[in-house]
């Protein structure tokens, strides 16, 4: 079943840093999503080919769900649609919460 998303304002342009530790916020995907074991893909579908090459960990609003932002793995193409309209993500984008989890990277102590 596909997800509705859109994109968060202003995040393609200056995305904040992850404050869980994480590199950056496809790492920070790669190590909360539970329904993608291959590689990283662009996870946009419908009519919205080509991809870009460069892959993002893009912040999106999940339809239906205002109270907080989520991750997924986006091209750069398809991280600058406006972020006025919803787009489908395949169910295996598992949109992750910008929030600290578990499985968040934590730097070792020096
Ligand atoms: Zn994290
Ligand atoms: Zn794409």
Partial sequence: MPIWVRNVEGSSKKPPKPEC????WIDHWK???TKHFGNATC???GRLE???KELVGAHVWKR??????YIVPLCKTHNMIDPEKWFEVDDAASPVSTRKQLPCHVPEER
């Fill in 21 to 24: 530790g994480c590199e950056d």
């Fill in 31 to 33: 190590r909360n999503q």
């Fill in 43 to 45: 996870m946009a579908i």
């Fill in 50 to 52: 080509p991809h870009d």
């Fill in 64 to 69: 239906g769900d205002a109270a907080e932002q």
